[in-house]
């Protein structure tokens, strides 16, 4: 019923910025919160910044990444700079979403994008 598509991503140096972009489309009355979350091999799914009633961040991305949300578009953007290498990951749109009024929220996830972060 939603789908959310990413774009963004790929390989860079430590030090230099990328930009992640996920659109939802599909049967959407409400966007409660869009956001992203990344894994790392190994590792759990964290989240990284979430915008809805609040904007959070990760402790480890506050101060270099920041999450804008355009409504009209149903988009979100992460803005990330100073990357590190540690920063590399899997990065994954997470929205929640209500299809009509009255219904419960939906969560939905993008298909993710690859972020490399190496010399």
């Known amino acids: 019923q939603v789908q959310l598509v990413e774009s963004g991503g790929g390989l860079v140096q430590p030090g230099e910025s990328l930009r992640l972009s996920c659109a939802a489309s599909g049967s959407i009355f409400n966007i409660n919160a869009m956001g992203w979350y990344r894994q790392a091999p190994g590792n759990q799914r964290e989240l990284v910044a979430a915008?809805?009633?609040?904007?959070i961040y990760a402790d480890s991305v506050k101060g270099r990444f920041t999450i804008s949300r355009d409504n009209a578009k149903s988009t979100v953007t992460l803005q990330m700079n100073s990357l590190k290498p540690e920063d590399t990951a899997v990065y994954y749109c997470h929205a929640v979403i209500v299809h009509t009024y009255g219904s419960g929220p939906s969560v939905y996830w993008g298909q993710g994008t690859q972020v490399t972060v190496s010399s």
């Open positions: 915008s809805g009633a609040q904007t």
